[in-house]
């Protein structure tokens, strides 16, 4: 019971190892994986070598093929292409398995000794990151050499070997369990390198081992089927056309494996190399057999699959991709995304503002008021989002703009609050009573909603891009409009006392509008303090020293 528990325990330290290197790839080259991928769709060779690579950093076909699905969900580019790009990464992930089917033994607690002293020393850093990374890779080694000492005892076991003896040679059912195994571990590598150390040590015949490979290869293709079926169509055409080939590519193994078992007899003395080496030339067949049809199979999978209907595409699409959770910095990117859409509702409810001021529309009103509650909503659902992304796989970079993007939403949800506020306020207080503004009144408003649209552009610009003399200027239109404001409130209590009628009967709504206006401007213009508190543009207050020298 005790070596069953080890053996376990072994194979549960291999997966989370494979799982740390996976976050802490992810986190280190995030951003340049999606770039490289995006800039490889030119030709199939570069796409299966951009995906080889990639994979090999991650240790995860199934997280690039989250990326690239993505990529193929919002039509940036045909499914063929990106199938190209999971051929080259499922052989990405099968170089990794020869690589740690190797004796590293030597080098597992240099690996972890070394990482956790990056780690710790210098945590939120690049260079902690990398350490978190080679925890990782240590873990691994370590955890195959567990599973080694665990297997050892199993395998002198009489009881043991009576029981291996009885199984049955069904290769369709070990095509299954390897498939379940590496659905349940969501780590085919993590499966594969497992097999082989069993087999290694007796405890699987070297028929029963290259079944679950197969099998093993074709889970890998499940897990991105299962992750993306919450998705769209267009989204789930390529790990469907991935599912595809490696289906495909598994016919062909069950038909030619006992073939194949003779020829990796020959060639190679360990069980272990004649495991991994079956995985590495069973990626590297079906990538040279079906890299000429991605693009039949991406045409199948949109026949499969087509585009939702014109009546369907009416209802936007969020940008909140639950897929692009596994991939932190693609999940920051559609966040940002949808923040900028609900910056463009905020927008439409601010002007139509002034309309409903000038025209009395209540009608229209009624539906600016109702917009507050799509912008509540999109608050709640980007804030719900980012709580699920991994903050441990973000890069410095990727933390700040999850910060930014947090910001952004509360103020676009507190500008839509006071918007709600003045049109109620304008309800109540001009329309339902027949007021008007004078002449001179409404003019101030106009110039200082026309400014306040202006600001609002300028927020989403740098929000956007993030472009530090933008934000300096949004933070000067802040001293401006609070001058403005003083200015117009000033010029209408100078009305009141020449006694005309209009400004007297709307004073009340005249100083409230001015005031949520200036308010309205004071959360746009707070979008630029995390841009320039990060450059280091901000003082520590706006008291100058000799002022604050007097006040002692």
């Given at each position: 019971?005790?070596?069953?528990?080890?053996?376990?325990a072994?194979?549960?330290?291999?997966?989370?190892?494979?799982?740390?290197?996976?976050?802490?790839?992810?986190?280190?080259?995030?951003?340049?994986?999606?770039?490289v991928?995006?800039?490889?769709?030119?030709?199939?060779?570069?796409?299966?070598?951009?995906?080889?690579?990639v994979?090999?950093?991650?240790?995860?076909?199934?997280?690039?093929?989250?990326?690239?699905?993505?990529?193929?969900?919002k039509?940036?580019?045909?499914?063929?292409?990106?199938?190209a790009?999971?051929?080259?990464?499922?052989?990405?992930?099968?170089?990794?398995?020869?690589?740690?089917?190797?004796?590293?033994?030597?080098?597992?607690?240099?690996?972890?000794?070394?990482?956790?002293?990056?780690f710790?020393?210098?945590?939120?850093?690049?260079?902690?990151?990398?350490?978190?990374?080679?925890?990782?890779?240590g873990?691994?080694?370590l955890?195959?050499?567990?599973?080694?000492?665990a297997?050892?005892?199993?395998?002198?076991?009489?009881?043991?070997?009576?029981?291996?003896?009885?199984?049955?040679?069904?290769?369709?059912?070990?095509?299954?369990?390897?498939?379940?195994?590496t659905?349940?571990?969501?780590?085919?590598?993590?499966?594969?390198?497992?097999?082989?150390?069993?087999?290694?040590?007796?405890?699987?015949?070297?028929?029963?081992?290259?079944?679950?490979?197969?099998?093993?290869?074709v889970?890998?293709g499940?897990?991105?089927l299962?992750?993306?079926?919450?998705?769209?169509?267009?989204?789930?055409?390529l790990?469907l056309?991935?599912?595809?080939?490696?289906?495909?590519?598994?016919?062909?193994a069950?038909?030619l494996?006992?073939?194949?078992?003779?020829?990796?007899q020959?060639?190679?003395?360990?069980?272990?190399?004649?495991?991994?080496?079956f995985?590495?030339?069973?990626?590297?067949?079906?990538?040279?057999?079906?890299?000429?049809?991605?693009?039949?199979?991406?045409?199948?999978?949109e026949?499969?699959?087509?585009?939702?209907?014109?009546?369907?595409?009416?209802?936007?699409?969020?940008?909140?991709?639950?897929?692009?959770?596994?991939?932190?910095?693609?999940?920051?990117?559609?966040?940002?995304?949808?923040?900028?859409?609900?910056?463009?509702?905020?927008?439409?409810?601010?002007?139509?503002?002034?309309?409903?001021?000038?025209?009395?529309?209540?009608?229209?009103?009624?539906?600016?008021?109702?917009?507050?509650?799509?912008?509540?909503?999109?608050?709640?659902?980007?804030?719900?989002?980012?709580?699920?992304?991994?903050?441990?796989?973000?890069?410095?970079?990727?933390?700040?703009?999850?910060?930014?993007?947090?910001?952004?939403?509360?103020?676009?949800?507190?500008?839509?609050?006071?918007i709600?506020?003045?049109?109620?306020?304008?309800?109540?207080?001009?329309?339902?009573?027949?007021?008007?503004?004078?002449?001179?009144g409404?003019?101030?408003?106009?110039?200082?909603?026309?400014?306040?649209?202006?600001?609002?552009?300028?927020?989403?610009s740098?929000?956007?891009?993030?472009?530090?003399?933008?934000?300096?200027?949004?933070l000067?239109?802040?001293?401006?409009?609070?001058?403005l404001?003083?200015?117009?409130?000033?010029?209408?209590?100078?009305?009141?006392?020449?006694?005309?009628?209009?400004?007297?009967?709307?004073?009340?709504?005249?100083?409230?509008l001015?005031?949520?206006?200036?308010?309205?401007?004071s959360?746009?213009?707070?979008?630029?303090?995390?841009?320039?508190?990060?450059?280091g543009?901000?003082?520590?207050?706006?008291?100058?020293?000799?002022?604050?020298?007097?006040?002692?």
């Amino acid at each position: 019971m005790t070596h069953l528990l080890n053996l376990l325990a072994a194979i549960a330290l291999l997966v989370w190892g494979t799982h740390i290197v996976r976050t802490g790839m992810l986190r280190v080259f995030g951003e340049n994986l999606r770039h490289v991928l995006a800039k490889s769709f030119g030709s199939r060779p570069a796409a299966l070598l951009a995906g080889l690579g990639v994979t090999s950093l991650v240790q995860s076909s199934t997280a690039t093929c989250l990326i690239v699905a993505s990529f193929v969900g919002k039509g940036l580019v045909p499914a063929g292409a990106a199938l190209a790009v999971m051929l080259g990464a499922d052989v990405g992930t099968a170089l990794m398995a020869v690589v740690f089917s190797f004796d590293l033994s030597w080098l597992s607690p240099l690996l972890i000794f070394s990482g956790v002293v990056m780690f710790i020393s210098r945590q939120a850093t690049g260079v902690g990151r990398v350490g978190r990374v080679l925890i990782g890779l240590g873990l691994i080694t370590l955890a195959l050499q567990l599973i080694v000492g665990a297997t050892k005892p199993m395998t002198e076991s009489p009881a043991v070997r009576a029981l291996l003896a009885a199984l049955p040679n069904e290769l369709l059912l070990e095509v299954v369990v390897g498939a379940v195994l590496t659905v349940l571990s969501y780590s085919s590598l993590a499966i594969v390198l497992l097999t082989a150390t069993l087999a290694e040590q007796g405890l699987l015949p070297t028929p029963v081992a290259l079944g679950l490979v197969v099998g093993a290869n074709v889970g890998s293709g499940l897990l991105a089927l299962i992750a993306t079926s919450g998705d769209g169509p267009l989204t789930r055409r390529l790990p469907l056309g991935n599912l595809v080939f490696k289906l495909l590519g598994a016919l062909l193994a069950v038909a030619l494996l006992p073939q194949a078992h003779v020829l990796l007899q020959q060639a190679l003395g360990t069980v272990a190399e004649q495991v991994v080496v079956f995985h590495l030339g069973f990626n590297v067949v079906l990538a040279v057999l079906f890299i000429a049809f991605t693009g039949v199979v991406g045409r199948l999978t949109e026949r499969w699959l087509p585009a939702p209907s014109a009546h369907a595409a009416g209802r936007r699409n969020s940008h909140l991709d639950p897929v692009a959770l596994a991939t932190p910095s693609l999940a920051i990117s559609g966040a940002a995304r949808e923040a900028l859409h609900q910056a463009d509702v905020v927008e439409t409810m601010l002007r139509g503002v002034l309309p409903v001021l000038r025209d009395n529309d209540l009608e229209l009103a009624e539906r600016l008021r109702q917009m507050d509650d799509t912008v509540d909503d999109l608050y709640s659902a980007i804030k719900f989002y980012l709580t699920q992304i991994s903050r441990e796989a973000l890069s410095e970079r990727e933390g700040r703009r999850w910060t930014d993007i947090v910001s952004f939403t509360i103020n676009m949800e507190q500008i839509g609050d006071c918007i709600e506020r003045v049109l109620l306020d304008i309800e109540d207080k001009k329309i339902r009573k027949g007021r008007r503004f004078s002449d001179a009144g409404m003019a101030e408003v106009c110039h200082l909603h026309e400014r306040l649209l202006s600001n609002l552009r300028l927020g989403m610009s740098v929000f956007l891009d993030g472009h530090v003399r933008d934000a300096q200027k949004l933070l000067e239109e802040k001293a401006r409009f609070r001058d403005l404001e003083h200015e117009y409130a000033a010029n209408h209590i100078a009305r009141l006392q020449d006694n005309t009628a209009t400004s007297i009967e709307t004073s009340s709504l005249h100083l409230d509008l001015l005031s949520e206006l200036k308010r309205i401007n004071s959360h746009i213009c707070s979008i630029a303090y995390p841009i320039l508190e990060s450059k280091g543009a901000l003082s520590a207050t706006r008291l100058r020293p000799s002022q604050l020298a007097d006040l002692d």
